[in-house]
């Protein structure tokens, strides 16, 4: 069998799609089977947007064939529909995914058809901008939801339909429960964070505090609460010293700052926060995100977040960073309460009677 990862991907996607697989079987099911973590990754992503994508780009294929091949060959023409995924969704260079598509078709023993998956992906691009105007003309193929479903939306919310199918294509924001992967949370101490997320998923996680008395907090409240984790005394901004070259799929940053935003919570820091702390936070703070960033996997997300309400320890640092590496793109998202950012979303304090809180979510690209 194949370990091509397009070419898992296809007979994943046609099993989901057209035999009612279940994505969540199909994806624990075929991702031991690659040893790198980065086509694991690929993986997951092409199967999680073929599913979310299907109405949509499963309509553009018939259009670009003479004869469909959804029946004769599901493979082939899941395959297709990943080819049009990659280019559209994921955004992947046109060259790489053509390539890649074209050799996935022989992976999957159909080497005779190799050709027309290339004429296929060719005409899309030559094509792109009329065959996207076909699909955005329909609600379901515009927003990749049944027929019935998107009539349903429109006749019981007529207002906000359009924007409710829109929602519904958006990944949940902090995306922080997550099962079987590797997670590091970086400046833990007291752990109250690191317990949250063993709690509520099936984790592998390593909690990560540079003070050793401050880490042995963690130990207590991970006993009292019966969790395990790994807890290591390191520098979040020097990872040789305590990282064993395996990379994390989630990485959290609750980055030492200003503390600006907790003023109601900590009274004392409006008497001990001076005007140049701040240069010296900032500096910290892009040390420790530029440091941690080559330990997360492709494909991974990593959340940062501060108790400030200054711009220079917030959206500065992440902007920071997204302009000093290519792979790094920020995850749109909204919260209840608050306001977008630049970068990020920042929550003031009075709002919804909170602290005051900033986030940002940053995903590397595959």
Same mark, same amino acid.
Not at 193 to 207: S, Y
Not at 352 to 357: A, F, H, N, R, V
Not at 360 to 366: D, T
């Given at each position: ?43 997951m992503?092409l ?11 499963d ?18 023409? %899941? ?7 990659? $280019?559209? !969704?994921?955004? /992947?260079?046109?060259?790489? @995914?053509? =390539? &890649? ?7 999957l ?15 899309w ?41 829109? %929602?519904?294509?958006r990944?949940?924001?902090?995306? $922080?429960? !997550?099962?079987? /992967?590797?997670?590091?949370? @970086?400046? =833990? &101490?007291?752990?109250g ?15 990560l ?16 609460l019966?969790?395990n ?42 008497l ?29 997300r ?12 917030n959206?500065a ?32 304090p009075?709002d ?6 900033y986030y ?7």
């Open positions: 069998m194949t370990t091509d990862t397009r070419a898992l991907a296809a007979r994943g996607l046609a099993e989901v799609a057209m035999r009612g697989a279940s994505l969540r079987d199909v994806m624990e099911r075929n991702a031991p089977r690659l040893r790198d973590p980065r086509d694991r990754a690929l993986l992503a199967l999680s947007e073929g599913a979310r994508w299907w109405l949509r780009f309509a553009a294929i018939d259009g670009l064939l003479e004869k469909s091949l959804r029946h004769k060959d599901p493979a082939i023409h %899941a395959l297709l529909v990943l080819g049009l995924i990659q $280019l559209e !969704v994921l955004q /992947l260079q046109d060259y790489a @995914a053509v =390539a &890649a598509t074209v050799e996935a078709a022989r992976a023993q159909r080497p005779q058809l190799a050709g027309l998956v290339n004429a296929v992906l060719r005409r691009q030559r094509e792109r901008e009329t065959l996207l105007a076909k699909l955005d003309a329909k609600p379901q193929t515009r927003h990749a939801h049944p027929a019935w479903l998107a009539a349903a939306l429109t006749r019981d919310w007529p207002a906000e339909a359009d924007a409710v199918m829109t %929602a519904d294509n990944e949940p924001p902090l995306m $922080l429960r !997550v099962n079987g /992967l590797r997670v590091l949370d @970086a400046c =833990a &101490a007291p752990g964070k690191a317990c949250h997320l063993l709690e509520r998923a099936e984790i592998d996680l390593t909690a505090e540079s003070d050793s008395k401050r880490a042995e907090r963690i130990g207590e409240n991970l006993r009292r019966r969790l984790a790994k807890v290591v005394i390191g520098d979040a901004g020097a990872p040789a010293g305590w990282w064993k070259r395996q990379p994390f799929d989630r990485i959290l940053i609750d980055a030492p700052c200003s503390a600006t935003g907790v003023l109601r919570r900590r009274p004392d820091v409006r001990h926060r001076r005007e140049s702390d701040i240069a010296s936070m900032h500096e910290q703070q892009r040390r420790i995100l530029s440091a941690l960033w080559p330990l997360l996997a492709p494909g991974g990593l959340v940062y977040i501060t108790c400030s309400v200054l711009r220079e320890e959206e640092i992440v902007g920071e960073l997204l302009a000093a590496q290519a792979d790094a793109q920020a995850v749109a998202f909204t919260l209840p309460i608050g306001r977008a950012a630049a970068v990020g979303w920042q929550i003031l009075g919804g009677d909170l602290d005051g809180m940002a979510v940053l995903q590397k690209r595959l």
